[in-house]
């Protein structure tokens, strides 16, 4: 299933590098979700794709994939739409699709939230129980970013989970997840991936997460 917004100006499509080797791993300030069935110490690999080629679209569409059995979208395409909608112009032109993609077991074993190619942006589903589960302790970001967003740390045993409400799982993926990526597909001027990661994070921060509090 497929949306599109609105028509925008006409500009020169971007083609991008081959499909990332290794992809990033549940965006922004959160590591790599260490699994308790299937996991691996091998170095991070981006399973297969549909990889959307820059086509110079005048429209930007939205693709829902059906999310796996056990997990779900906490977005739908119709607040993606919105929430792309609410960024300055600019920042809407190089993007052209947004696909909503399914879980499959080769992603489970490392699981994304968000993933970037070129004019295109991968949102990933979540387990519908909305706990995720670790096996090592978070990072001190790992707990601030959670809160900033709602989400709660929890250790249970020698393993620790993520506690999600759908609301505040929304707004993590709606106001850090999608604009994080949408800031890699901004992101013309640097190369190297730890300053790309600064700038994404950057961009997560200013037109995500302050843009929306200060709307509400």
């Not at 970037?116 to 909305?130: A, N």
Request: with cysteine.
């Amino acid at each position: 299933m497929s949306r599109k917004l609105p028509p925008r100006q006409h500009r020169k499509s971007r083609r991008p590098a081959s499909p990332p080797r290794a992809a990033r791993r549940r965006g922004g300030l959160v590591r790599p979700r260490q699994r308790i069935a299937g996991e691996r110490d091998s170095q991070p690999f981006c399973p297969p794709e549909r990889w959307h080629e820059p086509l110079g679209r005048e429209q930007i569409d939205i693709v829902t994939e059906s999310a796996g059995e056990g997990y779900l979208h906490p977005v739908t395409a119709q607040e993606v739409a919105h929430r792309i909608e609410q960024l300055p112009a600019r920042f809407r032109q190089p993007l052209e699709v947004v696909q909503l993609s399914r879980m499959t077991k080769k992603r489970a074993l490392m699981p994304l939230y968000g993933l970037q190619w070129g004019s295109t942006v991968y949102l990933y589903p979540i387990e519908d129980s909305l706990i995720e589960t670790y096996t090592r302790p978070p990072l001190p970001a790992q707990v601030t970013e959670a809160r900033m967003f709602g989400g709660k740390w929890v250790q249970d045993g020698h393993n620790w989970e993520l506690h999600w409400t759908l609301p505040a799982l929304k707004d993590f993926y709606l106001n850090n997840i999608l604009i994080h990526e949408i800031g890699h597909v901004n992101d013309i001027r640097n190369s190297n991936s730890q300053d790309r990661e600064r700038f994404a994070e950057w961009f997560a921060i200013e037109y995500g997460y302050r843009a929306s509090r200060r709307r509400n």
